[in-house]
């Protein structure tokens, strides 16, 4: 049995229960029907290929590992058809699904069969790799899909690079590290500071998903928007996010609102020498004063906080601290630590990007929709996920919660969709 080792953010990502269940997810809506014998194929291959895909996480004593099961899985053991529609009650559930990591394999695979299409759900364990390396997994299963005779060993040789964040962190200078370790947290003011915008309910939770898609008429109104503001649409949904979270009274006026949005620290890898099926993502900190300013003042307003925090290696302080904890102290000091100051269960939000539909065709089937779905969150926390497919843009939040939280939430995706109708109107 191969074992293979475990990397800080692997532990990092696993130790923040308390906040998610550390799953992402991807939805994807086919054309038409897919053949499930050449799909079940294709992911058997892809646990080859991704060596810690088909693992289990071993916990003993102080070590920790990843080991390759004495005998091969079934597809059983992660793959489900269901004959009906996907009701959201019922996606939801299948969404809510997540594989036993100590058992393996790290992922489930749920194929809705429709009479004109089917619907595949795939949750993925985001210890395995974060939401960069799970497109990049996406564009695999497509291509082994297509091709049921690709060489698997050339593919995995291909593969074999560089998984631990250490990489990032030996391409800087002495002088930057210094520069990045010397940093001001994220210049955050703890005056009027609020992080938590739900409540705090233990009670009859349940899992939530909502959804808000945005099509292509309305997302060039919205890019046309940003040209004209000089901001980015990252910037634009952020300030989306903001002003639903002002509107709702989760934060008084001349109140500061602190959010962790995410970073690709792939950014940092000028040598390309990263494996794509890893974790290197990280966060920066906003924080943004609700002065009822107006949408497009707000969204400047971020702009320019992004912009200049972009301009400090963004995302590599923490990390840097992390891997010295990492490297200095044993397991259980790394996370005790880890529990008592990274567990917050605040604002966040996370920028999927563009899941490039040239790599998911699936031989000559191809996909009508497809988007992703970050992890399943504890309240209070609350993260808007945006991810884009052929133009359409689609927001979600996930989470578990109770029937007071779902209110607030809903008011949220509403307040969203009313700003998101201004702006159209005021381009057309």
Not at 68 to 87: G, H, R
Not at 160 to 170: C, D, Y
Not at 334 to 358: A, C, Q, Y
Request: with cysteine; net charge positive; proline share 3%.
């Amino acid at each position: 049995m191969a074992k293979y080792k475990v990397e800080m953010l692997d532990d990092y990502i696993r130790l923040r229960t308390k906040n998610n269940d550390h799953q992402i997810r991807a939805v994807l809506n086919f054309k038409s029907h897919i053949e499930i014998g050449k799909l079940k194929e294709a992911v058997k291959k892809s646990l080859h290929i991704i060596p810690i895909l088909g693992s289990k996480y071993v916990e003993a004593g102080q070590k920790h590992y990843w080991e390759s099961p004495s005998v091969s899985y079934d597809d059983t053991d992660y793959f489900t058809l269901i004959a009906e529609y996907p009701s959201n009650k019922m996606l939801t559930y299948v969404l809510a699904e997540t594989p036993d990591q100590h058992v393996g394999p790290q992922l489930k695979v749920t194929v809705f069969r429709q009479p004109e299409n089917d619907i595949v759900c795939i949750v993925f364990n985001h210890m395995v790799c974060d939401g960069s390396g799970f497109k990049s997994y996406l564009y695999l299963l497509s291509v082994l899909y297509a091709d049921q005779n690709v060489e698997i060993n050339e593919m995995i040789h291909a593969t074999q690079m560089e998984r631990s964040v250490g990489l990032i962190l030996k391409s800087l200078s002495l002088k930057d590290k210094l520069h990045i370790f010397l940093q001001k947290d994220n210049h955050t003011d703890k005056e009027n500071e609020i992080k938590v915008v739900l409540q705090e309910d233990e009670n009859k939770r349940k899992p939530e998903l909502f959804l808000l898609k945005i099509d292509a008429v309305t997302l060039n109104c919205i890019k046309s928007f940003c040209h004209a503001q000089r901001i980015t649409v990252n910037d634009f949904m952020l300030a989306l996010y903001y002003k639903a979270l002002f509107e709702i009274h989760a934060v008084p006026v001349n109140s500061k609102l602190t959010m962790d949005t995410m970073i690709d620290l792939r950014r940092y890898d000028t040598n390309r020498l990263i494996y794509p099926f890893s974790n290197f993502s990280s966060s920066m900190r906003i924080q943004v004063m609700n002065k009822e300013q107006s949408f497009p003042v707000l969204a400047t307003e971020i702009n320019h906080i992004t912009r200049r925090l972009k301009s400090q290696y963004p995302g590599l302080k923490s990390i840097e601290l992390l891997t010295i904890i990492y490297k200095l102290f044993n397991r259980s000091h790394f996370e005790n630590t880890l529990i008592k100051r990274t567990n917050s269960l605040g604002v966040s939000s996370s920028n999927v990007g563009i899941i490039d539909k040239t790599k998911l065709l699936f031989g000559d089937i191809g996909l009508s929709d497809a988007y992703m779905v970050t992890a399943l969150k504890n309240p209070p926390a609350l993260q808007l996920t945006f991810s884009t497919f052929d133009d359409t843009m689609t927001l979600s939040l996930f989470g578990n919660y109770s029937a007071e939280n779902k209110i607030r939430i809903s008011k949220i995706v509403d307040s969203c969709r009313k700003t998101i109708g201004e702006i159209e109107k005021s381009r057309i």
